[in-house]
């Protein structure tokens, strides 16, 4: 039995499913399950990918085995320490930005001096917190237990819905500055994002969705 045969039955074995259970989820037989597991024939890399959903597990755990896999994970603590630091770093500074230079920004805006240094800090330094914060979440929890997404085809969907929830507030901030432009998307901009709420809490769920997308 060959590496890849002996890491399906095993994978097979933890999901308690029989080849022919198996099978029926791949659309094939139960001969050829049989075969691929008593290394007779060798899955394609579209076959390691589909056996891999089927058995929900990762195509890593079918060529190399669950537990190598289990202590490649140790390395990707690693990666969540780092990420996780960046984040608190990232809220201690704009904890010291907001006592330090949002007064005073606020007060050159009162007085009337500047006012596009206060639009620029808040289009920028709290969004970026609130992402971090979103990234900083599902960061701390793999420091405990791995919770990458096996399905590629998931990740890529929670990718593009992170990347569209940031265009989207990247648009809602630019839109001010189109000039006579504006007047055309502010209602529709306004009636999305009018709450702070609904912005900030837009971007948290945007760092959640990317750090699950691209950790894999």
């Not at 597991?37 to 929900?56: M, R, S, V, Y």
């Not at 599902?138 to 405990?144: H, K, N």
């Not at 009636?191 to 950790?215: D, E, I, M, V």
Request: aromatic content about 12%; charged content about 20%.
């Amino acid at each position: 039995m060959n590496a890849v045969g002996k890491n399906l039955k095993q994978l097979r074995q933890r999901e308690k499913l029989t080849q022919d259970a198996l099978a029926g989820r791949l659309h094939v037989t139960r001969q050829a399950v049989s075969s691929w597991e008593t290394g007779k024939t060798q899955p394609d890399i579209e076959t390691l990918t589909a056996l891999a959903e089927a058995l929900g597990a990762d195509v890593r755990e079918l060529i190399y085995g669950p537990e190598r896999v289990e202590r490649l994970y140790i390395r990707f603590q690693r990666r969540y320490i780092v990420c996780t630091a960046i984040c608190i770093l990232a809220f201690l500074a704009w904890c010291v930005l907001e006592l330090t230079l949002a007064p005073y920004l606020a007060e050159l805006l009162k007085k009337g001096y500047l006012g596009w240094p206060s639009y620029i800090f808040a289009c920028t330094v709290p969004p970026v917190v609130y992402a971090a914060a979103g990234v900083l979440l599902p960061s701390a929890i793999s420091l405990w237990g791995d919770i990458r997404l096996r399905s590629g085809r998931v990740r890529r969907v929670l990718s593009a819905l992170g990347l569209l929830l940031l265009g989207h507030y990247v648009l809602w901030a630019v839109v001010p500055l189109l000039g006579n432009w504006y007047s055309i998307f502010r209602d529709w901009f306004y009636l999305l994002f009018r709450l702070p709420l609904l912005r900030n809490s837009s971007l948290f769920l945007a760092g959640c969705l990317l750090f699950l997308g691209l950790n894999k």
